[in-house]
T-cell receptor, first 111, second 117 residues
Framework: EDKVVQSPLSLVVHEGDTVTLNCSYE??????LLWYKQEKKAPTFLFML????IEKKSGRLSSILDKKELSSILNITATQTGDSAIYLC???????????FGQGTILTVHP | DGGITQSPKYLFRKEGQNVTLSCEQN?????MYWYRQDPGQGLRLIYY???????QKGDIAEGYSVSREKKESFPLTVTSAQKNPTAFYLC????????????????FGPGTRLTVT
């Protein structure tokens, strides 16, 4: 059975801290790994990673995929209270865009 | 504005009743998806549809049914056979785009929180 595991499950930090969220996966036919941010309701897309070792960056957020280790990390530098959210990792298989999601990491940033 | 709408936001039902959750998109996306989200369990796929009049079961389809009569609409019915229906339900859609790959980037609706007592 395909599996995506995120760690930690929850994290509490103060503004200005740097955080690293982890995602590891075991899927039969890996195609890509995606990160989403869910603040209140709808998850919003952050990154899609397909190639190992290539960092994707958007402002203070960055992510990298390690296909050898079957894992990815999401880094957030200089955290702000607006970064408080659930961060979801999902893996796409080669068949018809099916995504398998991890449990999510709940990030809380205190002022 | 393009997007996905789900209605209602909150829904309360008595045990034993069927209930239908609405999902509409005006993004002209081919594929649509239904997920269920429970605390600590992330999103789990219920059903998905790649084209009109066709749909496939996801990982937890038992007790649910769907239809895809129009490209923009993908309603989900939670039947009385679903043993634990109280949850947050998310609808999503995706487009093949230039890559021809469905689902790589999914756009989500705001969700419906269903409570069954």
């Amino acid at each position: 059975e395909d599996k995506v595991v995120q760690s930690p499950l929850s994290l509490v930090v103060h503004e200005g801290d740097t955080v690293t969220l982890n995602c590891s996966y075991e899927v039969t036919n890996f195609r890509s790994l995606l990160w989403y941010k869910q603040e209140k309701k709808a998850p919003t897309f952050l990154f899609m990673l397909t190639s190992s070792g290539i960092e994707k960056k958007s402002g203070r957020l960055s992510s990298i995929l390690d296909k050898k280790e079957l894992s990815s990390i999401l880094n957030i530098t200089a955290t702000q209270t607006g970064d408080s959210a659930i961060y979801l990792c999902a893996v796409e298989e080669t068949s018809y865009g099916k995504l398998t999601f991890g449990q999510g990491t709940i990030l809380t940033v205190h002022p | 504005d393009g997007g996905i709408t789900q209605s209602p936001k909150y829904l309360f039902r008595k045990e034993g009743q069927n209930v239908t959750l609405s999902c509409e998109q005006n993004l002209n996306h081919d594929a649509m998806y239904w997920y269920r989200q429970d605390p600590g369990q992330g999103l789990r796929l219920i059903y998905y549809s790649q084209i009109v009049n066709d749909f496939q079961k996801g990982d937890i389809a038992e007790g649910y049914s769907v239809s895809r009569e129009k490209k923009e609409s993908f309603p989900l019915t939670v039947t009385s056979a679903q043993k634990n229906p109280t949850a947050f339900y998310l609808c999503a859609s995706s487009d093949a785009g230039t890559s021809g790959r469905l689902g790589a980037e999914q756009y989500f609706g705001p969700g419906t929180r269903l409570t069954v007592t």
